[in-house]
C-alpha cells in the first residue's frame, strides 16, 4: 500500500506539533554530528530547518545566502565550523533550547591495566642487569 503523505510531511507535521518531537530531532543532528556521522547530521538538520525556520529566514538571521546554506547541508557541503556553529546557535536560540557537550570515556579498546605494564618493565630492567 502506497503512503499518502510524503515522509517529509510527515515529519515536518510533527516537528511542529510536538515540542519534544522537534528538540529530538535537533539533538539527535548534533550528536550525529559530533558522533562523526557527518552525513546522517546533515540530512537531520536540513529537516529540521525545513521544518522550523526555513532557509530564507536563516539565511536572513546569518548573512549567508539561502543557497549557500542550502549546500553546506546537501550531500556534497562541507561547511565550515564558524557557519555550522553560527546555524546552530541560532537555531538554538530560535527553539529556546541549549545544549551541552558532556564527556565521557569511549569504550574504543579496553583498557590496559597501569600494574602489569610496570610488571612488565619492571621485568625488563631486571633481567637486563
Known amino acids: 500500500m502506497a503512503l499518502t503523505r510524503d515522509f517529509r510531511e510527515t515529519v515536518q507535521a510533527r516537528v511542529k506539533s510536538d515540542p519534544a518531537f522537534r528538540r529530538g530531532l535537533l539533538s539527535e543532528a548534533l550528536e550525529c554530528l559530533l558522533g562523526g556521522e557527518l552525513p546522517l547530521g546533515k540530512e537531520l538538520l536540513r529537516d529540521y530547518i525545513n521544518a522550523t525556520v526555513g532557509f530564507p529566514k536563516l539565511a ?24 555550522l556553529f553560527e ?4 537555531l538554538q536560540q530560535a527553539d529556546g533550547v541549549r545544549f551541552t557537550v558532556n564527556s565521557r570515556r569511549a569504550a574504543l ?3 590496559r591495566r597501569a600494574a602489569s605494564r610496570r610488571t612488565k618493565r619492571a621485568g625488563v630492567l631486571a633481567s637486563s642487569k
Not at 87 to 90: F, G, L
Open 87 to 90: 546555524i546552530v546557535s541560532y
Open 60 to 83: 536572513e538571521r546569518t548573512k549567508l545566502h539561502a543557497k549557500t546554506i542550502h549546500q553546506m547541508f546537501g550531500p556534497n557541503g562541507n561547511p565550515t565550523a564558524k557557519n
Open 109 to 111: 579498546r579496553p583498557k
